[in-house]
């Protein structure tokens, strides 16, 4: 199962209109974060992520480098997985029901996760990374009637 999630998500990256080269949010100065960097601040740890100063959700990567679980702020959760393109850097996230693709880079002292092809529905402001810790977390279901 895993190994089909992997092509997919290999394959949504080479298709058309899924990544593009480079976000037009992007700024002269920006620093990519290359991939082994990337896995050296997160695998086994939990991201926190905050657009605007609040808080957006949080994001654990598996020790395996190919597993994440991300949890929105609304307390939605999803399993999914992730890949890097090397040659438009872009860092891709494929979802149950999405596939989300994303630039990761250092401006100004801070880590800001840009979306690779802003949809104008909100996308378009970065994410800061606001802390990373140890550990991983569980969705918690939602309640019921």
Known sequence: MRRLLMTALALSLTAPGVVSAASPLLEDGDTFITVDDWKDRVLGKTVYYFIDGQFF???????????A????????????????????Q???FAWPSSTSCFHHILRDGATLIIASDPDGE???????????????????????S
Do not use: K
């Open 57 to 67: 959700g949080r994001e654990y990567y598996a020790q395996d480098g190919q597993s």
């Open 90 to 92: 872009v860092y891709c």
């Open 122 to 144: 909100g996308e378009e402001r970065p994410q800061t990374v606001g802390s990373i810790a140890d550990g991983g977390f569980t969705c918690q279901a939602g309640l019921t």
């Open 69 to 88: 679980r991300f949890q929105h702020v609304s307390g939605a959760c999803a399993d999914g997985t992730w890949g890097y393109d090397a040659a438009t």
